[in-house]
């Protein structure tokens, strides 16, 4: 078996603002599990919080295509990804990529579409939530109208503003624009105990449906205390990256968002769901930006979500993949097997 690889750059539509930083482009990594006339595909793109560049891509990447051409029987592959992950851990976000290669082979060597092959629940026209950046509030008012003029009914706020009462007008002003869109909130880990236990209960009568990692990671003291204290579900997000950190989440955390770039892939974000499953806790589906070739994998385990994120194909200026769709704020289930989405004009 075959892994292979390229480069491409992404640009944004516009620059992205959140708490921690600005982005505007990124540079991708396209990456092809083969045998014979099987091919499966993945994608990374680099972060700067993740530690991950083109170098360290390129340098787990070899390693990867070391541990795919010793295995002989392309059915032992899926069990082994855990092995994978172990040797790669300080590169996850490499590793889901060739996770979701070796699934889509796998799938369409067995004659399914992605899902299916997993055993997750079908899925078609979910609904996705599409990201607001930190901007003017103003702008962020627009922005809703426009969104939902297009079909959307979930917006998530990025917040963190310097100042916490520019959040609350930011949110009073989408929830004046858009007031049947179901908002979600994401701090990215920015507030304090008290920041965000007074910004949250302040908007306690904006319909809020849930808020992401309002206080750092690492402090579950803190987030128990957020979750305890505010009336809308709390989703643990950067101290719910990876399996081995679930079990230490606080009982009031709501729900877990899993991003298959920080857990390692389909693989370990299968096991997340069943642990998901037994606590009694819902799931989200996230996701940095990127083209389809990225949302794709995850989109295909959306049956098991209660709220999906998943529009980082739709922030990139030129997505270079068609078949999931979401300009309408609705991700359809694409034909065929595997992942299913296919190529605009010579991508390969």
Known sequence: MRLDWHSIRIDLKEPLR???ATMSTRDAVWVTVSEGDIRGRGEVVTSPRLGITLETIDHALRRAAQWLAAERDPRHLRVRLPELRAELRDALPVVAAVDAAVHEFLAIRAGQPLD?????????SVPT???????PVDIAARHARDLVSAGFTVLKLKLGSADPAEDTARVRAVRAAAPNARLLLDPNGAWDVETAVTVLCDLADAGISAVEQPVPAGRLDALDAVASAVPMPVIADEDAGTVEQLAALPALVAGINIKLAECGGLHAAAAMIDWARTARVDVMLGCQASTSLSIAPAAHL????????????????????RGLSGSDGVLRRPPGLGLGIEPHGAVT
């Open 18 to 20: 959140i708490s921690r």
């Open 116 to 124: 299916a092959y997993l055993g997750m629940p079908h899925w078609d």
């Open 129 to 135: 939530a599409y990201t607001l950046g930190i901007v």
């Open 302 to 321: 959306s049956g098991a979500a209660r709220w999906v994120d998943l529009d980082g194909h739709l922030l990139i200026a030129d997505d270079p993949w």
